[in-house]
T-cell receptor, first 109, second 114 residues
Framework: GQNIDQPTEMTATEGAIVQINCTYQTSGFNGLFWYQQHAGEAPTFLSYNVLDGLEEKGRFSSFLSRSKGYSYLLLKELQMKDSASYLCAVRDSNYQLIWGAGTKLIIKP | DTEVTQTPKHLVMGMTNKKSLKCEQHMGHRAMYWYKQKAKKPPELMFVYSYEKLSINESVPSRFSPECPNSSLLNLHLHALQPEDSALYLC?????????????FGPGTRLTVL
């Protein structure tokens, strides 16, 4: 079966750094996506990895290891507005997105 | 224009009503998607349109009927829904199915079935 695991909830402090992990087992791999979703709103695209390594985009970075079926999203200099759910999604061999359940990130002052 | 728009934003309907959700994008994307999302759950794929043709129907009940009038528009017709169909309905688009980088999501329609 297809499976994507990420922690249900994490708490971090404003100004700090947090790493959200995602492990996956899917039928094929055609890229991994991270989306941010605030409560009641649509998901917004954060990052895309298809090759191993680190992709950096401002305060957010995403890492991929295809051999380990593992990715993480790194958020630096946390701000209160970063409180949201972070969804990991893998595009499988049928080019469909398989979604993780999401990690709710709580930022405390 | 990098936006997907959806109307209405909120919809309350009875189980005997017929209503439609609308989605529009002007990014030239040829793949469009309908998702259903329940609270604290990830989006659940319902339908995929590729070049205005239905390419994927994830065993969705027939009370949900999609329509793609042209490459920019996607509708979801609703009829005889059940209270458990209450959810956030998200439309998304991408360059093509499988190609391009990401799916762009609209703001969603919050549907309540009484």
């Amino acid at each position: 079966g297809q499976n994507i695991d990420q922690p249900t909830e994490m708490t971090a402090t404003e100004g700090a750094i947090v790493q959200i992990n995602c492990t996956y087992q899917t039928s094929g791999f055609n890229g991994l996506f991270w989306y941010q979703q605030h409560a009641g709103e649509a998901p917004t695209f954060l990052s895309y990895n298809v090759l191993d390594g680190l992709e950096e985009k401002g305060r957010f970075s995403s890492f991929l290891s295809r051999s380990k079926g593992y990715s993480y999203l790194l958020l630096k200099e946390l701000q209160m507005k970063d409180s949201a759910s972070y969804l990991c999604a893998v595009r499988d061999s049928n080019y469909q997105l398989i979604w993780g359940a999401g990690t709710k990130l709580i930022i405390k002052p | 224009d990098t936006e997907v728009t959806q109307t209405p934003k909120h919809l309350v309907m009875g189980m005997t009503n017929k209503k439609s959700l609308k989605c529009e994008q002007h990014m030239g994307h040829r793949a469009m998607y309908w998702y259903k999302q329940k609270a604290k759950k990830p989006p659940e794929l319902m339908f995929v349109y590729s070049y205005e043709k239905l390419s994927i129907n994830e065993s969705v009940p027939s009370r949900f009927s999609p329509e793609c009038p042209n490459s920019s528009l996607l509708n979801l017709h609703l009829h005889a829904l059940q209270p458990e169909d209450s959810a956030l309905y998200l439309c998304a688009s991408s360059q093509q199915v499988g190609a391009g980088r990401e799916q762009f999501f609209g703001p969603g329609t919050r549907l309540t079935v009484l």
